[in-house]
């Protein structure tokens, strides 16, 4: 039984973007979202998490950096790809200093458009990560 | 074996407890019943990882922690359950969870880890005296060492009490003494390096342990000859830690220091020179 379902810990890592997707993932841990009824923790550790949220385009100084925090999770790991930026590049893309989208990096298995993305959406993309891991 | 079975349920029901009446207090809903077994197998389902130039005895140390603390569980007068424990080996049992944690943050090879382990040992020589005299007044008011049954409530022993509770506050890493596991300075502490299983057990015998001191608390200073009651005072008892922990924010390492050393040191030599004159 893969109980990662019921219990999702999140690590929140940003690679250079904006800092407005990071603002509605703060928001979602407020009374109104609340994350944790679906057992959810914003973990400060890679090594405690289950769910690498990256938000942001990866430049270049983060580049590296993004792949050692996804070795370091222990396995059974989930990556989601947060905003525009993480997704395509956003308004980075193209820049000097853009090093790719975040599946340019490392493996990602879910995507939450927006820019940025509402908290409904996130609570919604992450539910779906979760159904995912049958 | 009953006393440990009541622990470890306790300890599962009382985490949860204590996030749910967080999330309460700031109107959020909170996780629900079966959040921390789910957390639990969870943790015990995934890889250990280890950083290559951590020390490999790093892995055991939740183990013994674990032990000690379920040591401290049977081994515990709970009621009408009769104990086999002294004074002399609970405390040292105490101190060692203790020193366990000191060491998890010294071999695990992490700055938050080394900071953390700094912190636990500052804050162990605050509280250590305060707790270990608590103690002390009880066996020196009713002239034994040997902790079988729970100890009657008695007014002379207030002042141990209140150096107790303070200390216990102190012990558990609970607000505004939660200096050694800040979260938003230095993640988790000792623990940040710890994964999966390790970190599993490491948890659970915090949690174990914080039934096991207000317990303690319980039988020391307010003991009823019912293992519901005793029970359920100690339930009480926590849910009074989680409410200073609520209300308080941190307090700084110095003026934590300052504190122990100018008032609760002093209540606590109080109490037991109190205990002592009482009984000549």
Redesign the interface.
């Known amino acids: 039984m893969n109980l990662i379902k019921k219990s999702p810990w999140i690590f929140h890592l940003n690679t250079g973007g904006c800092n407005g997707c990071d603002l509605e993932v703060i928001a979602c841990l407020t009374p109104r979202f609340d994350i944790e009824r679906l057992g959810c923790v914003m973990k400060g550790s890679p090594r405690h998490a289950d769910i690498l949220l990256v938000t942001g385009p990866v430049n270049m100084q983060t580049r590296d950096k993004v792949k050692r925090i996804y070795d370091q999770m222990p396995k059974k790991k989930i990556v989601v790809a947060l905003g525009s930026c993480g997704i395509t590049g956003g308004i980075y893309k193209e820049s000097y200093s853009a090093a790719g989208p975040v599946d340019k990096i490392i493996p990602v298995d879910i995507y939450i458009p927006g820019c940025p993305p509402r908290p409904q959406a996130i609570i919604y993309g992450i539910k779906k990560t979760l159904e995912k891991m049958k | 074996m009953i006393q440990l079975a009541i622990a470890v349920f306790s300890a599962i029901f009382l985490s949860w407890l204590e996030?749910k009446i967080k999330?309460r207090s700031?109107?959020?809903?909170?996780?629900?019943i079966?959040?921390q077994i789910?957390?639990l197998?969870?943790l015990f389902?995934?890889?250990?990882?280890r950083s290559a130039l951590a020390n490999p005895l790093m892995n055991f140390l939740p183990l013994i922690s674990l032990m000690a603390v379920a040591l401290i569980a049977t081994s515990l007068p709970l009621g009408s359950l009769g104990g086999s424990i002294d004074v002399i080996s609970l405390i040292f049992l105490f101190a060692l969870t203790s020193l366990i944690y000191v060491f998890a943050g010294l071999l695990s090879y992490s700055h938050?880890g080394f900071i953390g382990a700094k912190r636990e040992l500052l804050q162990f020589f605050s509280y250590e005296i305060p707790f270990a005299l608590g103690i002390l007044s009880v066996a020196i008011f009713h002239h034994t060492i040997y902790f079988l049954e729970p100890f009657q409530f008695s007014l002379v022993l207030i002042p141990s009490m209140v150096a107790f509770y303070i200390a216990g506050i102190a012990k558990l890493r609970r607000a505004p003494f939660d200096i050694p596991n800040a979260?938003q300075e230095i993640?988790?502490g000792s623990l940040?390096?710890?994964?999966?299983p390790s970190?599993g057990v490491f948890l659970l015998s915090e949690w174990m342990e914080a039934f096991v001191i207000c317990s303690v608390f319980v039988d020391l200073f307010m003991g009823f000859n019912d293992v519901l009651l005793s029970v359920l005072l100690a339930y009480l008892v926590f849910v009074s830690f989680v409410l200073i922990d609520v209300v308080t924010p941190r307090a700084r390492l110095d003026s934590m220091i300052r504190f122990f050393k100018n008032y609760v040191i002093a209540i606590s030599v109080f109490g037991v020179v109190l205990c002592y004159l009482w009984t000549l």
Do not use: M
């Open positions: 996030r999330a700031q109107f959020r809903v909170g996780p629900p079966y959040q789910a957390d197998w969870k389902q995934k890889q250990n990882i938050y979260n993640i988790e940040t390096e710890f994964s999966g970190l």
